[in-house]
């Protein structure tokens, strides 16, 4: 089999990459190691920058997510048992974010990629990418008790953390770096409607929560645990507590509680991966970095290396230019890392770091103090917050 280019990985990334490539009538198998069920059954971000909302139009796939996903103008900062709001869409001269979840992104993408018949390979086992480094690269997977080979133009690893593409990589070639929070979130998914229309992200002496939703029914809710904490040390029960002890006196009135729909424990860190192309093969998304979910900046950070990439491939085959191709990396990494500074401080502003103990607690309220009354300060946070716009054209 051959294919002008191989995507390892049917998560967000490598969905979205394999419909715009097919909008620019580029050729494109999309590999997955898992069964469809459980790519849809992963439960992840919900909040969606501008540039993501254009990229699913871009792919044809945005008309639910206009429809059924929450616009939002703002979100709220608790601290000191006060909530105040930062206007997002006034701040930025009227940007927003929409509110829709990971899972629905995913199923939008799964579903146009079906209608249009194109492939993708579930459950394939023993994944692995070759001779990416010259110009015939190819991916060898097994399947049914056969082994199965692709050959390609080029690879993109769109696998995630834990994926075979980055693991893949020359090390010689390539350098991480990483920073491990001691904290992670304890999140519940519930059938409950939210507390708030806008996001409540709370800094308190108990440590930090997040009230956010994923519809006016379906709430998403978080509190700060210890990386050592275990999920069979909570309840149901023990969680809405603890939410409730964190937040202010109207929205624990309007806390709404109900039997949890997923309950886990997620660790939290800060990774990135260079360079995010070897040879014929590139990096996107979770392959290449990972940000804490503070910023929520996760999904559209992939969808910002899909675009690059999507552009980049596109001028590769319709002007034959390697132009976008020679320059994606680090036009990606760019981006990638105005995302993780923008990430690591916001969680070190909204956490409780064990080490810092009341003195920096007093230094964190302090710099909330002067960001909601400080024009300028709150104007770069929005501008972070939903991202700027951008060009992904060389």
Not at 182 to 211: K, Q
């Amino acid at each position: 089999m051959r294919t002008q280019v191989a995507i390892i990985g049917a998560g967000p990334a490598g969905l979205l990459l394999g419909q715009l490539l097919y909008k620019s009538g580029i050729d494109a198998v999309i590999i997955e190691q898992r069964s469809p069920d459980y790519v849809l059954g992963r439960i992840r971000a919900g909040v969606l920058e501008q540039v993501s909302m254009d990229l699913l139009d871009q792919a044809g796939v945005g008309a639910r997510a206009h429809a059924e996903g929450l616009p939002h103008d703002g979100i709220e900062l608790l601290f000191k048992g006060q909530r105040h709001r930062i206007d997002l869409h006034e701040l930025t001269g009227g940007s927003r974010v929409t509110v829709y979840g990971q899972t629905e992104v995913t199923r939008d993408l799964m579903d146009a990629r079906a209608a249009e018949g194109l492939t993708t390979v579930y459950d394939a086992q023993n994944v692995q990418v070759h001779d990416f480094e010259g110009q015939s690269p190819r991916v060898t997977y097994q399947k049914d008790g056969q082994t199965h080979e692709l050959a390609c133009d080029f690879i993109a690893g769109c696998d995630g953390y834990h994926g075979v593409c980055r693991a893949s990589a020359p090390a010689d070639l390539l350098k991480t770096y990483e920073r491990v929070y001691p904290f992670g979130w304890l999140g519940v998914l519930a059938d409950v409607p939210p507390v708030s229309h806008e996001l409540i992200y709370a800094n308190t002496e108990r440590g930090f929560a997040l009230c956010s939703m994923r519809s006016a029914t379906r709430s998403r809710y978080y509190v700060q645990v210890p990386n050592t904490d275990k999920i069979e040390n909570w309840t149901i029960d023990q969680f809405w507590a603890e939410l409730g002890n964190r937040l202010d006196p109207e929205a624990r009135a309007n806390l709404v509680t109900g039997p949890a729909l997923e309950m886990s424990i997620a660790p939290l860190r800060s990774f990135v991966a260079e360079p995010m192309r070897f040879g014929r093969m590139f990096l996107a998304g979770d392959a290449a970095h990972i940000v804490p979910p503070t910023g929520a900046k996760g999904l559209n950070l992939a969808a910002s290396d899909v675009g690059y990439l999507w552009t980049a491939l596109t001028e590769f085959y319709t002007e034959k230019s390697a132009v976008g191709i020679d320059t994606c990396s680090d036009r990606c990494l760019r981006r990638v890392w105005r995302a993780e500074r923008f990430s690591w401080w916001f969680t070190s502003l909204m956490h409780r770091f064990p080490e810092t103990g009341e003195f920096g607690q007093k230094i964190q309220e302090a710099e909330l103090d002067y960001l909601v009354n400080s024009r300028a300060a709150s104007v770069s946070l929005a501008e972070n917050y939903v991202g700027l716009p951008m060009n992904f054209g060389t």
